[in-house]
C-alpha cells in the first residue's frame, strides 16, 4: 500500500495529510480503485492519531476523492463515478468564512518565535527598547538590519538612506506627503491599494488611474499621462502587493522606470511581500534610485503584529521623508523595533518568509482546485487572489448573497482609482483562514455560487 512521507506533514497534520494523499491521486501514484491504508495503519505508519487520519479521510470524501464500503475500506474513486455533492448551498458555522482581510498566514511556529524572541528581549534588554521616548529611527543597528532585509529584497541600499517605519501603509502616506503638494496630480493603476485611494483623498491630491494589462501599467498609458497632466508620482505595486496579484516583468519594470526618469517623476514603490514573493525580478527602485523611495514591511513576510517596515530613499528625499515619517506617527515603537532587528540579524524573519511563501504555495494549490473551471488571477507567492464575476453577477448582489452563506469577500470599490469601470471582481484572501480544510470549503461555497445565476439561487435567511 502507498503511505507518504512523514516528514512531509506539517500542521495542521490532518489537512497536510489530506493535501499529500490529493497529490498523489493526481499524479497517478494512487490510481482510480486503488485502497488506501486503514486507518490504524496509516496512523502507526505516521506516528499519528487515528482521529487526524479520519479527519484527513473525510476531508477526501467530501472532495469526491475516495469512497469507502464495509469490508472494501478507503479507495480512490472514479472521476466519473456519481457520489454525493460536493458542495451544498448553505449557510456556513457561527464563524464563517472571513475572506476580506489580506494577511499572511500564521501558525503554532509563530507563536512560538515570539515567545521566545520576547523572553530574549526581557533577559537580554536594549536600553533604547525600554528607555527611548521617541522614535528610534536614527539608531545604527536598525538601519544595518533594514540594508541587510532590503539586500534580501533585491534592493542595494546603504544604512544611511533607510528609515523606519510602522509598516507599508505609514511609509505610503509618509512618502507622498513628503514628494507632493495639494493639488499634485499622482499616477497609479486603475485598480490599486486601498490605502493609495483614500489617501490621495486625505492629501488633496489628484489620483488618476492608468490603464492595466496581464504586467501591470501599460508604458503607453504612462507616458500619455506624463505628457497630459504633470503628474508629480507613480505609485507601483509590481510584486504581488495590489489587490490583483501581478508579477512585473523585469522588462516592464525598466519601461516604466525609464518614462519616469524623462518625465522627472518620483517613484513610490510598494513591496509589502519582501521576499516572500518569489522569483521577483529587480525592484523598479533598483532601476530608477536617484527617483525611488522604496517601503516594506515585516508584518507580511513574518507575524501580522509585527508592524515594522523600512524606507529606503536617496540622500536628496530623506530629510523631508524622515519628517514625515515622524508627523505621521513616528516609526514603529523601540521594542518592535529592536524585535525587528534581532530577527533580521539571527535569520528568524528569512526563514518566517520561507515558511510563509511555502504555506501560500500550498493555498495556492488549494485554490485550483476549488476553484477549478472559475477563471481568476493568482501566484503561487500571493497573499490573495482576484476573482472577477461571470455574466450576470453585481458585485453588490454577490457580496450580498455570499454573506448569507457568512461569507465575507473585499468588493472592487475601494481599490478602484478615481473615473474607474468598475471591473466587477472580488478580492479573496488566502492566509485570513488558518485551517486549510476551512479555506477549502470556503472557497467551494465560492465556486459553487459561480456556477448559479443570481435568479435562480434560493433566498438564504442569515
Same mark, same amino acid.
Given at each position: ?11 495542521p497534520?490532518?489537512s ?5 494523499i490529493e ?8 490510481p ?13 505508519r505516521?506516528?499519528?492519531?487515528v482521529?487526524t487520519?479520519?479527519k ?23 472521476p ?10 448553505k ?13 499572511p498566514v ?8 515570539l ?8 533577559v537580554?534588554?536594549?536600553s533604547?527598547a ?28 546603504a ?6 517605519t ?28 486601498h490605502?493609495?485611494v ?6 488633496? *491630491?489628484? $489620483? =488618476?488611474?492608468?490603464?492595466? @494589462? !496581464? ?9 500619455? &499621462?506624463? %505628457? ?11 510584486s ?20 519616469a ?25 533598483a ?7 522604496y ?38 515603537a ?9 530577527w ?5 524573519? *528569512?526563514? $518566517? =518568509?520561507?515558511?510563509?511563501r @511555502? !504555506? ?8 485550483c482546485? &476549488?476553484? %477549478? ?11 490573495h ?6 455574466e ?7 457580496f450580498?448573497?455570499?454573506?448569507q ?7 472592487d ?15 479573496i ?34
Amino acid at each position: 500500500m502507498w503511505y507518504p512521507d512523514p516528514a512531509t506533514l506539517q500542521p495542521p497534520l490532518h489537512s497536510s495529510l489530506a493535501a499529500a494523499i490529493e497529490q498523489a491521486i493526481l499524479q497517478q501514484k494512487l490510481p482510480a480503485g486503488a485502497r488506501l491504508p486503514p486507518h490504524r495503519k496509516m496512523a502507526d505508519r505516521l506516528g499519528l492519531s487515528v482521529h487526524t487520519v479520519s479527519k484527513a479521510y473525510e476531508s477526501l470524501r467530501k472532495q469526491n476523492l475516495i469512497d469507502g464500503q464495509v469490508g472494501r475500506g478507503s479507495y480512490v474513486r472514479r472521476p466519473d463515478a456519481p457520489g454525493r455533492p460536493a458542495v451544498q448551498l448553505k449557510p456556513a458555522s457561527a464563524a464563517g468564512f472571513d475572506f476580506s482581510i489580506s494577511r499572511p498566514v500564521h501558525g503554532r511556529e509563530h507563536a512560538e518565535r515570539l515567545q521566545k524572541a520576547l523572553q530574549d528581549l526581557a533577559v537580554h534588554p536594549e536600553s533604547s527598547a525600554f528607555l527611548s521616548g521617541r522614535a528610534a529611527a536614527v539608531h545604527d543597528v536598525h538601519r544595518a538590519a533594514g540594508a541587510q532585509w532590503l539586500a534580501r529584497c533585491g534592493l542595494a541600499a546603504a544604512p544611511e538612506q533607510i528609515v523606519m517605519t510602522n509598516g507599508a501603509s505609514h511609509a505610503m502616506c509618509a512618502a507622498l506627503s513628503a514628494l507632493t503638494r495639494p493639488g499634485d496630480t499622482v499616477l497609479s493603476g486603475s485598480i490599486t491599494h486601498h490605502l493609495i485611494v483614500s489617501g490621495c483623498s486625505y492629501l488633496g *491630491l489628484a $489620483l =488618476a488611474g492608468l490603464e492595466m @494589462d !496581464a504586467d501591470g501599467i501599460l508604458p503607453d498609458a504612462l507616458e500619455r &499621462a506624463c %505628457r497630459d497632466s504633470d503628474p508629480k508620482a507613480l505609485l507601483l505595486l509590481p510584486s504581488l502587493a495590489g489587490p490583483v496579484p501581478v508579477m512585473m516583468p523585469e522588462e516592464r519594470r525598466r519601461e516604466l522606470a525609464g518614462i519616469a526618469r524623462r518625465h522627472e517623476l518620483f517613484i513610490i514603490e510598494n513591496d509589502a511581500c519582501g521576499p516572500v514573493a518569489e522569483d521577483r525580478p529587480l525592484p523598479v527602485s533598483a532601476l530608477a534610485a536617484d527617483r525611488s523611495v522604496y517601503l516594506t514591511t515585516l508584518a507580511k513576510c513574518t507575524v501580522p503584529g509585527l508592524q515594522a517596515g523600512y524606507m529606503a530613499a536617496p540622500g536628496h528625499l530623506l530629510p523631508a521623508l524622515a519628517s514625515r515619517v515622524l508627523g505621521f506617527g513616528a516609526t514603529a515603537a523601540p521594542l518592535i523595533c529592536d524585535l525587528a532587528s534581532r530577527w533580521v540579524a539571527d535569520g528568524t524573519a *528569512l526563514e $518566517l =518568509a520561507a515558511w510563509q511563501r @511555502d !504555506a501560500l504555495r500550498a493555498r495556492h494549490r488549494i485554490a485550483c482546485t &476549488a476553484l %477549478r473551471g472559475t477563471p481568476w488571477t493568482g501566484h503561487p507567492s500571493a497573499l490573495h487572489l482576484w476573482l472577477p464575476l461571470p455574466e450576470g453577477w453585481q458585485v453588490g448582489s454577490f457580496f450580498q448573497y455570499a454573506r448569507q452563506l457568512k461569507i465575507t469577500v473585499a468588493p472592487d470599490t475601494p481599490f478602484l482609482a478615481p473615473r474607474t469601470r468598475p471591473p466587477g471582481g472580488v478580492r479573496i484572501s488566502l492566509g485570513a483562514i488558518p485551517d486549510e480544510t476551512r479555506l477549502r470549503k470556503g472557497l467551494e461555497l465560492v465556486s459553487a455560487m459561480l456556477t448559479q445565476t443570481p435568479e435562480s439561487l434560493p433566498h438564504v435567511s442569515c
